[in-house]
């Protein structure tokens, strides 16, 4: 028997535990974000996700001058950006939640979500390694560099430092936030702010930990929610990952945070929605493996590197779930 590589499993749990925890305190849901503002005008947990995003950016220069991890950058694969976070955004609306939501959701006692989760590992196993898997590799075949094999980045593009482009983005996003409509009072979530740099800091945080792995890959819940379906199945991958630890630990504090707040609770989702939820899970799945990524991963994970391909998959996510919240929605 293997010996067991505890480092990767105590660094990866706790950092799911924790990032759990942070998500279910603070509400964090791109769904909803993007819900919230579409149909009622309140930006308030679309503004933690910026603010989270600003603050993993920082976070993410600060480890790489400390040279803490050797963080990698992901491809401008462009079809399957675009193609991949639209779809991951229309799956996102149909099941009602994010990966990251729908996996804390778990913690909050949300039988739906084991429901979402069983369609995502699906979906995600049959684009990965099932028979989606040819279409998976054509569309990520095309692919924009900045010299042989240089991924573009916000910095890398436009030849100004890292520090100026967070500090310009900064700046516009504060002026958003600063406009943008305030939230409405009565919830027991945390402020907005605060959701915002803790789950900023707890990307950071991803990128870091799992160096205890076999390499960086930061927080995500894309294809490793495949593999906790596969694993157990068919041992595939052969050993468990340090994202797979960590995912498991996320349900853990979410549970650990709604018990505290007295959120937790069985809730069992009406039998007519099953398989929306369902067919929206399974899309989600697949659309992550499409676009390397789900909203965590890509949409915070790896855009704070500053990586246009990542940020163009976080925008493609947004477009997808407007557009479909307009054509079942707004356009009535």
Same mark, same amino acid.
């Given at each position: ?37 579409? $149909? +009622?005008?309140? @930006? ?5 996700? /910026?603010? =989270?995003? &600003?603050? !993993?950016? %920082? ?94 980045? $916000? +910095?890398?593009? @436009? ?5 100026? /482009?967070? =500090?310009? &983005?900064? !700046?516009? %996003? ?113 659309? %992550? ?44």
């Amino acid at each position: 028997m293997d010996e067991i590589d505890w480092p990767l499993i105590v660094s990866a749990l706790g950092t799911g535990i924790a990032f759990g925890f942070v998500l279910q305190r603070g509400g964090f849901c791109l769904t909803r974000a993007i819900s919230n503002a579409a $149909l +009622a005008g309140d @930006t308030t947990i679309l503004r933690a996700y /910026v603010l =989270a995003l &600003l603050v !993993a950016m %920082a976070a993410v220069q600060v480890i790489l001058s400390l040279e803490l991890a050797e963080i990698p950058v992901r491809q401008l694969h462009w079809l399957s950006n675009l193609v991949g976070g639209a779809l991951f955004g229309v799956g996102m609306i149909l099941s009602g939640g994010c990966s990251g939501s729908t996996w804390y959701r778990v913690g909050e006692g949300a039988v739906g979500a084991w429901v979402i989760l069983l369609g995502f590992a699906i979906g995600a196993t049959t684009v990965a390694v099932g028979a989606l898997d040819p279409v998976r590799r054509a569309l990520q075949r095309p692919v924009i560099t900045t010299g042989p094999g240089a991924a573009p980045t $916000l +910095a890398n593009v @436009t030849g100004l430092s890292p520090w100026i /482009v967070i =500090a310009i &983005l900064a !700046a516009a %996003a504060g002026l958003w936030m600063w406009w943008a409509r305030s939230e409405a009072g009565g919830h027991t979530k945390w402020p907005w702010p605060v959701t915002g740099a803790a789950v900023g800091v707890m990307i950071a945080v991803g990128w870091w930990a799992s160096t205890y792995g076999d390499r960086p890959v930061g927080i995500t819940f894309a294809a490793n929610t495949g593999h906790l379906l596969t694993y157990p199945l068919v041992g595939y991958p052969t050993k468990a990952t340090w994202s797979m630890w960590m995912a498991l630990g996320v349900p853990v504090g979410a549970f650990v945070s709604a018990k505290r707040a007295g959120e937790f609770g069985w809730k069992v989702p009406p039998g007519d929605s099953l398989i929306k939820i369902f067919g929206g899970g399974l899309l989600m799945g697949g659309a %992550a493996l499409i676009a390397e990524g789900c909203n965590i991963n890509q949409g915070l994970t790896n855009s704070a590197t500053l990586a246009l391909g990542s940020l163009l998959t976080f925008a493609a996510m947004g477009g997808g779930a407007w557009l479909s919240l307009w054509a079942l929605y707004m356009r009535r």
